[in-house]
């Protein structure tokens, strides 16, 4: 089974420039959401959606944006790359919201993202 | 503001003993509390949950705590393995808004 995929892996941007860290999932899940992981930090809610045209903000949204057309795809935009969007990405999915008590969480393998 | 407290140091343990982590909180009252391992380089992965009125749960060798009275969890691995060499991470959520809150995790190793 696939799980939750991200691409790419690795990714340099110049400051400025702007790009899209896909996500898809194959488990039919409802609940997706973005994180950034930061050294000495817990990772970050940016954006969750509970489902196909519905999506909010997080903690840190700034500078971001997402979409949710279908129930498999969830998409992060970062508009016009900054240094401080440095950080490892990792984009999540549930069947029920996380935080309930069956809300466990499936997590792709990140992506990391360099800011130049 | 609500703030997860996870030792920031490396935790050494022997092969063969009990390792216990722990997850403080503060300026919050979860409902449920999940517990994640992360490899290095790769995404977190799901332990267990437990809920506030479970005061231990427990599945193979793990066994998690939940004191609300002390604001506290304790994650145990019991006959610890060198495969258990991992970053864990704990995450509190509420019943109100459904979002996790997470430690910053702390770092495992254990030697042969």
């Known amino acids: 089974n696939a799980g939750v995929t991200q691409t790419p892996k690795f990714q340099v941007l110049k400051t400025g420039q702007s790009m899209t860290l896909q996500c898809a999932q194959d488990?039919?899940?409802?609940?997706m959401s973005w994180y950034r992981q930061d050294p000495g930090m817990g990772l970050r809610l940016i954006h969750y959606?509970?489902?196909?045209?519905?999506?909010d903000q997080g903690e840190v949204p700034n500078g971001y944006n997402v979409s949710r057309s279908t129930t498999e795809d969830f998409p992060l935009r970062l508009l016009s790359a900054a240094p401080s969007q440095t950080s490892v990405y990792f984009c999540?999915?549930?069947?029920?919201?996380?935080?309930?008590?069956?809300?466990?969480?499936?997590f792709g393998e990140g992506s990391r993202l360099t800011v130049l | 503001s609500q703030k997860i407290e996870q030792n920031s140091e490396a935790l050494n343990i022997q092969e063969g003993k009990t390792a216990t982590l722990t997850c403080n909180y503060t300026n919050y009252s979860p409902a449920y509390l999940q517990w994640y391992r992360q490899d290095p380089g790769r995404g977190p992965v799901f332990l267990l949950l437990i809920r506030e009125n479970e005061k231990e749960k427990r599945k193979e060798r793990l066994k998690v705590t939940f004191d609300t009275t002390l604001k506290q969890s304790l994650f145990h691995i019991t006959a610890s393995q060198p495969a258990d060499s991992a970053t864990y991470l704990c995450?509190?959520?509420?019943?109100?808004?459904?979002?996790?809150?997470w430690g910053a995790g702390t770092k495992l190793i254990i030697k042969p």
């Open positions: 488990m039919n899940h409802e609940y």
């Open positions: 995450a509190p959520s509420t019943d109100s808004n459904y979002q996790l809150i």
């Open positions: 959606s509970v489902g196909a045209g519905i999506t």
């Open positions: 999540a999915s549930s069947s029920q919201p996380a935080g309930v008590s069956t809300g466990e969480l499936f």
